[in-house]
């Protein structure tokens, strides 16, 4: 099983900044990638930024240039930061982080979400 474990959410204001983490454990061979989505009321889980284990990044259009996701790598850990600057209002949901994990076959992983809230 793989854990994945999110903190850093909370209520700003417009134009302030955040940083999440997300610290995937347990037993795996590698996290191929490891991502971070956004959720609202009323709407589909969408993708905000991923990194693979190249660190090859990707971002949801609206974030660029604002948000940056990083990693890191160790024995049995892997941990994905994403820093999120110049928020907007639009920015606020629930932001879950998921894992690729490769073990005997891949399977996705999920963490429980943090909210972020972002007052204008």
């Known amino acids: 099983q793989v854990q994945l474990v999110e903190s850093g959410g909370g209520v700003v204001q417009t134009g302030d900044s955040l940083r999440l983490s997300c610290e995937a454990s347990?037993?795996?061979?590698?996290?191929?990638?490891i991502a971070w989505h956004r959720q609202v009321p009323g709407k589909e889980r969408e993708l905000v930024a991923s990194?693979?284990?190249?660190?090859?990044?990707?971002?949801e259009d609206s974030v660029k240039g604002r948000f940056t996701i990083s990693r890191i790598n160790a024995k049995n850990t892997v941990t994905a930061d994403l820093q999120m600057n110049n928020l907007k209002p639009e920015d606020t949901g629930v932001y879950y982080c998921?894992?690729?994990?490769?073990?005997?076959?891949?399977?996705?992983?999920w963490g429980q979400g943090t909210q972020v809230t972002v007052s204008s």
């Open positions: 998921s894992a690729e994990a490769r073990r005997l076959t891949i399977d996705t992983f």
């Open positions: 990194i693979m284990n190249d660190d090859k990044v990707t971002y």
């Open positions: 347990g037993a795996f061979f590698a996290i191929n990638t």
